[in-house]
């Protein structure tokens, strides 16, 4: 079982930055690739970000150039920065893992930006 918990998220104005950490624990043997996906009010979830086990990263199109996903592997902790945000970025971010071909996800954290 793994379980990941969120933090960093909150109110910011647009124009602002944030950055969001997950922290995983549990039985992280074989993780092979986490990521952000965010779900915003009346819409359907969506990948923000992902970074594979080989260092490969991925961002959505709307995040490119403003969001950084990052990992510290001493901490189990997997990080988004997020740079001059955009009232489209608030939303619910939801931290998820794949291991062991398992994927597993966290309890979200919110961010809200004001325009």
């Known amino acids: 079982q793994v379980q990941l918990v969120e933090s960093g998220g909150g109110l910011v104005q647009a124009g602002g930055s944030l950055r969001l950490s997950c922290v995983a624990s549990g039985s992280i043997f074989g993780l092979s690739a986490m990521g952000w996906h965010r779900q915003a009010p009346g819409k359907q979830r969506e990948m923000v970000a992902v970074?594979?086990?080989?260092?490969?990263?991925v961002y959505a199109d709307s995040v490119k150039s403003r969001f950084t996903i990052s990992r510290d592997n001493a901490k189990n902790t997997i990080y988004l920065h997020m740079n001059n945000l955009k009232a489209e970025d608030t939303a619910v971010y939801y931290c998820?893992?794949?291991?062991?071909?398992?994927?597993?996800w966290g309890q979200g954290t919110q961010v809200t930006v004001s325009s």
């Open positions: 970074l594979t086990s080989a260092g490969n990263t």
């Open positions: 998820n893992v794949a291991v062991r071909g398992a994927g597993y």
